[in-house]
């Protein structure tokens, strides 16, 4: 079946210092998948960070950054200087265009905790 | 505001009871779905629902059975509770029931299950 691997958690860094986080993907059942990053803020429910899903593009939001490669099957989020306010979870999840089920395979969930 | 409310937020159950998750949408869609997160594993699709109509079921047991008695309303009632079904259970809604590229999921701040 379809899977997404994503850094495993919590990653600690300082407010101002650069954030990655790696998401590598196996789409089986999908010839083109569409990629997704979801947030989710304390006490709040996930919200689209951002989408992509087109291979070769690059979305962006809020700062961050994620480009989809086919060849590596990786879309890794980035942001150059993260704030306190960027502390959450952040999944990576992949879906199909076409399905009737509008259905997303998510990974595990990277908490994020930025220090001041 | 929060335009999908879950109730309640915390759930404490004792193992071989019932309990219902309610969910309800301000958003005017005509799609609901459940996921649930267990601890250490991924966010995993249940079911989705187009027009109060169950569209996809993803999950093993019949313990588990959405109710929409609204457009905007998908319960969720869960029987004969075991230990193992403890998560946190997310309510989400789309415009439609379309692919993934057209329609993005929003979702509810959950419902943590905690089955003793």
């Known amino acids: 079946g379809d899977s997404v691997t994503q850094t495993e958690g919590p990653v600690t860094v300082s407010e101002s210092e650069s954030l990655i986080i790696n998401c590598t993907y196996s789409?089986?059942?999908?010839?083109?998948?569409?990629l997704f990053w979801y947030v989710r803020y304390p006490g709040e429910g996930l919200q689209l960070l951002l989408k992509?899903?087109?291979?070769?593009q690059k979305g962006s939001s809020r700062g961050f950054e994620a480009t989809y490669n086919k060849e590596t099957t990786s879309f890794h989020l980035q942001k150059a200087s993260v704030q306190e306010s960027d502390s959450a979870v952040y999944y990576c999840a992949l879906g199909e265009t076409n399905s009737a089920g509008n259905k997303l395979t998510f990974g595990i969930g990277t908490r994020v905790l930025v220090r001041p | 505001d929060p335009k999908i409310i879950q109730k309640p937020k915390y759930l404490v159950a004792v193992t071989g009871s019932e309990k219902i998750l309610i969910c309800e949408q301000y958003?005017?869609?005509?799609?609901m779905y459940w996921y649930r997160q267990s601890a250490k594993k991924p966010l995993e699709f249940m079911f989705s629902?187009?027009?109060?109509?169950?569209?996809d079921n993803q999950t093993a047991s019949s313990r588990f059975q959405p109710q929409s008695s609204k457009k905007n309303h998908l319960d969720l009632q869960i029987t004969a509770l075991k230990p193992d079904d403890s998560a946190t259970y997310f309510c989400?809604?789309?415009?439609?029931?379309?692919?993934?590229?057209?329609?993005?999921?929003?979702f509810g701040a959950g419902t943590r299950l905690s089955v003793l």
């Open positions: 989400a809604s789309s415009q439609d029931l379309g692919g993934s590229s057209q329609n993005t999921l929003y």
């Open positions: 958003l005017g869609h005509n799609a």
């Open positions: 629902y187009s027009y109060q109509k169950l569209m």
């Open positions: 992509v899903i087109t291979a070769g």
């Open positions: 789409a089986t059942s999908i010839a083109y998948p569409n």
